[in-house]
């Protein structure tokens, strides 16, 4: 049930942008009446965006028929954004599509030109300034995030490859333990030749 | 859940006059029509609107279908239904009930749904369509209201067209013991009474608490389903069986 609830949400959000974003519902004009089916295998779930030229449903649990259907992860979906890369990760696997290319596109292509003024329309409720502060101060958070994060997956980098250099790949420990042996025997050898030349 | 025999069904947990029951559920729903939406927010916690939501999501239905939405009371499906045919599709908002029909009709032309839907008072079991007319056909909370439910489910399936399908959302049963009788003590106890503070009116929804425990639970409704025709037909449980979707196909 959790996912209808995500689904309902999710579906108030997409229409309230269509409401804000005027260019969004001329750009989803070929998409009418048309479902994109997307499944996000990480996450076992499976969701269809139905768009009937004036409101876009929003369905949980989709197992139906579809004109598209995209199956991909949680990390690829980012990428969606950009419809030149939805070739490029069919190619690499990374995205598995049935259907109507072009679809995707289109909508790949509509959510990704989105650029919403969002002090713009938050000033309505909060006056310009409020608007204008509260909108520079997520965007200062925003970006204060995206450098710890790229500081802690530099440490994390830095540490495995730290880890990386003091232990050995299991390969080596073999090598390692025969040419032990292969001194050993050879000194058993030597040993044993010393012992009878004194003798 | 099968009658008692063939001049008498069930009537809640009362046992009446087949002939009778028509107008004794008729009387329920004239009594609790003008609040029916707000009681059945009030009652399901809201929850009947996410139920709703995944049966729009099963029902598949696209540009240009002919829908029925049988049962439809106040039109919450038919609404969706609406929206989803556009112009060259027909939404049929059927009920037997004249009063929640009106309620339902002026609530979809509020909502500025005029063009596409027409509303028709119609008996489950003898629906007023030619044989493979419908593209899909949902029935929400309305088949443990209908007298003789196997002849209801081959009228639907006579008037589905082939490839079409059969939604059927309704209470079901629990089996989740706790949650059973949690459940239990709400609708005997709480139910009856909350419908008595806000509708003034108890002894309906004393008529559904009761109706709920003899609707057939999910493997026989699926059974009654196939028995009139349906294939590939499934059901998902919504909130630990509550309440069930079942769904079928005509081929």
Redesign the interface.
Known sequence: ?WV??L??IAEQAVNRLLTLEPNLAADLQGAA?N?LALTLTDLNLSC?L?Y????C?V????H??ADCHITTSVDCLGELKDPSQLTRLIRSGKLDLEGDLHLAQLYSKAFGNLNIDWAEHLSRYLGDAGAEHLVSSVKACNNKAQLHKKSYQQVMTQLCQDELNVTIHPLELQQFKAQTRALSSQLAALEQRINALTD | MKEENRDTTHFGYKTVESTQKESLVADVFHSVAAKYDIMNDFLSFG?H??WK??T???A?V??GHRVLDLAGGTGDLTA?FS??V?DTGQVILGDINDSMLKVGRDKLRDLGLVNNIEYVQMNAQALPFPDNSLDVITIAFGLRNVTDKDEALRSMYRVLKPGGRLLVLEFSKTDNEALSKLYDFYSFNILPNVGKIVANDSESYRYLAESIRMHPDQETLKGMMENAGFEQTSY?N??GGIVALHRGFKY
Do not use: W
């Open positions: 049930m209808s609830v689904t309902a009446h479902v269809a139905h009937n030229g004036e409101y449903f369905y949980g649990n989709y139906d028929d | 929850i609107r996410l939501r995944q729009v999501a099963c598949g696209r540009k969706k929206q989803l556009g998902q919504f909130t």
